[in-house]
């Protein structure tokens, strides 16, 4: 993958995720996949094929991984070597405020007040922050667990709320949305 832009790399690898998605039954694991921005580890260790085969655990740009054959999540995983924490996203840069105005929806998950935003953007990537400390930090999606990230792919945004987040809500995104919007209880 180390001249390839991410678009290129997830067209080489699509029937390796078909494959991922037949083994697991996991139609939702096609679209987190990419939208994640998740890769096989074979990837950072030289060993990349792009042929159709069964890769089992895909990680982020955070260190997590996702464990296809048991839906597992590993949050700082020590399997990932260090540069698979490197960044894809060509917007990494820009003001978080300015992901909220290109998302198609958005989610987040608090007690009374968000502390983790997430936005499925029209380029079909997740990008999320904490905001529980002093301003916002980056996080995974992983972060979120599956469920809740299958249904912000989908559309279909009832409400899901993992059980340290019970008084969750969650928000659909318009353009008329602003991250203070989000702490007004709008």
């Keep these: 993958m180390l001249n390839i832009d991410l678009e290129t790399f997830y ?6 995720i078909e494959v991922v998605v037949a083994f697991s039954g996991n ?22 094929k792009y042929t159709p085969q069964l890769y089992k655990i895909w990680a982020d740009e955070y260190g997590n991984t996702l464990n296809v054959e048991s839906g597992n999540i ?11 924490k490197q960044t894809t996203d060509l ?4 003001p ?21 935003i997430a936005f499925y953007g ?6 999320c922050v904490n905001v529980s400390g002093f301003g916002m930090v980056r996080i995974s999606p992983l972060e979120f667990g599956l469920e809740p990230l299958s249904k912000l792919i ?7 709320v993992p059980d340290r987040y019970k008084n969750g809500v969650v928000v659909r995104v318009n353009n008329n949305l602003r991250i203070e919007d989000l702490f007004d209880g709008r």
Excluded: W
């Design 11 to 16: 067209k080489r690898i699509k029937k390796s």
């Design 27 to 48: 139609q939702q694991y096609r679209a987190i996949i990419r939208a994640c921005r998740l890769k096989p580890l074979e990837v950072f260790r030289g060993n990349i």
């Design 74 to 84: 590993t949050l700082n995983d020590p399997v990932t070597p260090p540069k698979s």
């Design 91 to 94: 917007f990494f840069g820009i």
């Design 96 to 116: 978080f405020n300015q992901h909220i105005e290109k998302a198609m929806r958005g989610i987040f998950f608090g007690n009374d007040f968000p502390e983790m």
């Design 122 to 127: 029209y380029d079909e990537y997740i990008r």
């Design 154 to 160: 989908s559309g279909s945004m009832g409400k899901i």
